[in-house]
Structures are given as C-alpha cells and as structure tokens.
C-alpha cells in the first residue's frame, strides 16, 4: 500500500497558485518524497521530488516540513492544463535494487476558468 | 525526438487467449517497468527489468509475462491465465534503477471481448 496520504480532490482558480498538501508519516531517513501528476488517459509525468529541503523547478515547488512527516506541492500559477491527479510518492528501495515508485490514488486537482 | 512508445492504443482480448504490448524506447534508458491501472486507482507494478536479459517480478506479476532481449524494448504478455485482464497499462523507463525520474509512455487500453 501507499505511504502517503492525500485529499481526493482540490479546486483552483486558474492563475492562482495551487498548494497540494501529502502527509508521509512514517517516512524514513533516506526516502524522497517525489510529485508526478497524471492527465487523464496519458502516462504520469514527473514533477519533483525532494529529500528534506525545499524545491523549486520550473514547474512547481515543494516545501518539506522539518520533521518531514509531510510536504505540499505548489503550482505558483496554476493552469487549466494543470487539471490532473497528482501523486505524492515516498520512494522505496524493492527487491534491495530499485527505484519502485507506489503510485496511491492521489489528488485530482480541478482548475476552474 | 525521444521518449517511449507504447502500442496498440486500444487492445481487445478475447477469452482464453494471450496478447502483447508492445513498449520501445530510444532514451538510451537500463530501466524498464510495467505498471497496470483500475479505474480511479493508483499504478500497481507488474514487472521490472533492470538491464537487457533480465527482469524481476512486481507486485501483481501473476497471469503477466515479459521479455528484454534489447536495450529498447520491454513487451508485456497478457495471458489467458490473468483473469481479469481489463485495466489501462504503463511502461516506464529509467537511466538507472535508482534514477529519480520516470518516463511513462502513453499507455495502452485492454479490454476484455
């Protein structure tokens, strides 16, 4: 099962930032927290990801808390192209060799015109 | 330009009988994966291949076959001992099995006649 937890849903104004929130609490010391988001019948793309400091890329931005038993992903601007489900992932190490992501059923984010 | 191609789109199985996905990629990539998704459910891992002539089983490996005899390419076998065999079907390939990022294709659709 997941490691994460998140809201099913979220609505966003377009051009407002869009702050998606995960709770990981039983992550441990070396996993990463990483961000894809999925549009409807297409493959999911990568967003970000991140140990315990904060991120920013050209997509978005995460904040990990300190005790970083959570983290929310922003979208500074948010589209209507960003209308999608996001996945916060907690990366861990199957079979002891490799990157095995577990995708929950993360968060759809509605961007409302 | 770059990335991984999945086909057929759409793929139709009829009782009893055994079908393939076809997935290629020219991103020079080690890692391979199969990832099949239920209708409002996150991805579950089939299949993974670290390098060519080698590959491990997932979570959900059983009524699933594979194949890496080329770096490119990573083909998936439906058989007819997969019960349910009606989901939406990703690959994804990695620079190495501990790469941070994945690179999904667009999927594949199978439905059962």
């Known amino acids: 099962d997941a490691k994460t937890t998140q809201p099913p849903s979220m609505d966003c104004a377009e051009g407002r930032a869009a702050n998606l929130p995960c709770n990981h609490s039983?992550?441990?010391?070396?996993?990463?927290v990483y961000w894809y988001r999925q549009i409807h019948s297409q493959g999911p793309q990568y967003i970000i990801h991140?140990?315990?400091n904060n991120e920013t890329n050209e997509m978005a931005s995460l904040i990990i808390t300190e005790d970083r038993k959570s983290s929310t992903l922003i979208l500074p601007h948010a589209t209507l192209r960003d209308t999608a489900v996001h996945y916060c992932i907690v990366r861990v190490v199957y079979g002891g060799a490799t990157n095995k992501l577990i995708f929950g059923t993360g968060t759809l984010l509605a961007v409302q015109p | 330009d770059g990335g991984i191609t999945q086909s057929p789109k759409y793929l139709f199985r009829k009782e009893g009988q055994n079908v393939t996905l076809s997935c290629e990629q020219n991103?020079?990539?080690?890692?391979m994966y199969w990832y099949r998704q239920d209708p409002g459910q996150g991805l579950r891992l089939i299949y993974y291949s670290q390098i060519v002539n080698d590959f491990q089983k997932g979570d959900i490996a059983e009524g699933y076959s594979v194949s890496r005899e080329k770096k490119e390419s990573f083909p998936l076998t439906v058989t007819s001992a997969q019960k349910n065999p009606t989901a939406f079907y990703l690959c994804a390939s990695s620079i190495g099995r501990l790469s941070e990022k994945l690179f999904f294709g667009s999927g594949t659709q199978l439905s059962v006649l």
């Open positions: 039983t992550i441990s010391g070396n996993e990463y």
């Open positions: 991140g140990l315990k």
């Open positions: 991103l020079n990539h080690d890692a």
